[in-house]
């Protein structure tokens, strides 16, 4: 048996392997409840096959593309530097001095966006010149 401390209370004893099987019962509540289809900005996104949807169009993404789109979609609104993209995305903690982020933004646009040019509706992925991308909300 093992003992959990606590700032200015008496210790707590306590089971490991209970500790354990309650962190595992909480993973596998919150693994759960992952929904199967994102709506956000009049994209929609399936996070089990990677199909993205936009104004009737419908693509598969490739794993960083939809990473990306998924990273976005989860904080619309919300600023990302191209540093915390490829941090989430990519898992690197570093600027590769590439313009790998850009390229992938413009790869997603071009699959999901109308190339008509009598749409004048923007695509809801916004440049933040100097600092980034964002998703906008568009109700």
């Known amino acids: 048996m093992d003992v959990l401390l606590?700032?200015?209370?008496?210790p707590k004893p306590f089971f490991?392997?209970?500790?354990?099987?309650?962190i595992h019962t909480l993973?596998?509540?919150k693994v759960g409840s992952i929904e199967k289809t994102m709506h956000q900005s009049g994209i929609s996104l399936d996070r089990f096959t990677r199909v993205a949807t936009y104004q009737e169009r419908t693509v598969t993404l490739t794993q960083r593309e939809f990473m990306l789109l998924e990273c976005l979609m989860l904080s619309p609104g919300q600023i990302f530097s191209r540093q915390q993209i490829l941090k989430r995305s990519w898992g690197i903690e570093f600027d590769t001095g590439t313009n790998i982020v850009d390229v992938c933004i413009q790869r997603i646009r071009k699959k999901l966006s109308d190339a008509d040019p009598k749409n004048l509706q923007p695509f809801p992925i916004?440049?933040?010149r100097g600092v980034g991308?964002?998703?906008n909300v568009i109700k």
């Open 6 to 10: 606590i700032e200015d209370e008496q």
């Open 16 to 22: 490991v392997e209970e500790l354990i099987i309650r």
């Open 27 to 29: 993973v596998q509540r």
């Open 126 to 128: 916004e440049s933040i």
């Open 133 to 135: 991308y964002r998703l």
